[in-house]
């Protein structure tokens, strides 16, 4: 079992920056792709960016390419989200997530319980 804690949500200003982050509680880190999800009020919830097992590899959603940044610290179990040049469309709950499948597609086994951002314009 892993267990995923999100830190770091809050509320800024459009055109501010925010940084997530997500500590893991397992000896087994590197054996997980990470990712990050977020569901705003009243949609589905959508997938966000990835980062490999080494930190090698990343992968964006077009809405964040660009702006938004992945990274992870296998040594602190820790994976990160940079959020620059937020907008309010960005306002949703951010989602960690940790799986073992070959890539972004997941599957994605185990899931933080959120954290919330919200943008204002």
């Known amino acids: 079992q892993v267990q995923l804690v999100e830190s770091g949500g809050g509320l800024v200003q459009a055109g501010g920056s925010l940084i997530l982050s997500c500590a893991a509680s397992?000896?087994?880190?590197?054996?997980?792709?990470m990712g990050w999800f977020r569901q705003a009020p009243g949609k589905e919830r959508e997938f966000v960016a990835a980062i490999s097992r080494s930190g090698s590899s990343t992968y964006y959603a077009d809405s964040v390419k660009g702006r938004f940044t992945i990274s992870r610290d296998n040594a602190k179990n820790t994976v990160y989200l940079q959020m620059n040049s937020l907008k309010p469309e960005d306002t949703a709950v951010y989602y960690c997530?940790?799986?073992?499948?070959?890539?972004?597609?997941?599957?994605?086994?185990?899931w933080g319980q959120g954290t919330q951002v919200t943008v204002s314009s």
């Open positions: 397992t000896p087994t880190f590197t054996s997980y792709i």
């Open positions: 997530a940790a799986g073992l499948g070959s890539w972004y597609l997941g599957p994605y086994e185990y």
